[in-house]
Nanobody, 124 residues
Framework: QVQLVESGGGLVQAGGSLRLSCAAS????????MGWFRQAPGKEREFVAA????????RYADSVKGRFTISRDNAKNTVYLQMNSLKPEDAAVYYC?????????????????WGQGTQVTVSS
């Protein structure tokens, strides 16, 4: 069992930045690939970014490439999402999730543990 707790969400103006954190507890964090997803009101949950167990491989949704960066610190059992140049369409509840290592899935079905989410609001 892995427990995930997101933090760092909030209100930011368009063009601004936020850094989300996801703290993991429970089973060995470094055994899991990690991902970030988001869900806006009335929309389906969508993939944002993922990182493999070692941090050596990442993948991003086209909509955030060049603006968002995913990273992890296995010593701190934490994964981060640095979000720059935020747009109103980035507003959503952001979730972190854990998947078996070696998969780095870009769909939610590949993830076995989920956090509760943190709200990101972007004003125009």
């Amino acid at each position: 069992q892995v427990q995930l707790v997101e933090s760092g969400g909030g209100l930011v103006q368009a063009g601004g930045s936020l850094r989300l954190s996801c703290a993991a507890s429970g089973r060995t964090f470094s055994l899991y690939d990690m991902g970030w997803f988001r869900q806006a009101p009335g929309k389906e949950r969508e993939f944002v970014a993922a990182i493999n167990w070692s941090g050596g491989s990442t993948r991003y949704a086209d909509s955030v490439k060049g603006r968002f960066t995913i990273s992890r610190d296995n010593a701190k059992n934490t994964v981060y999402l640095q979000m720059n140049s935020l747009k109103p369409e980035d507003a959503a509840v952001y979730y972190c999730a854990a998947a078996p290592f070696g998969t780095i899935p870009s769909t939610s079905v590949g993830y076995v543990y989920w956090g509760q989410g943190t709200q990101v609001t972007v004003s125009s």
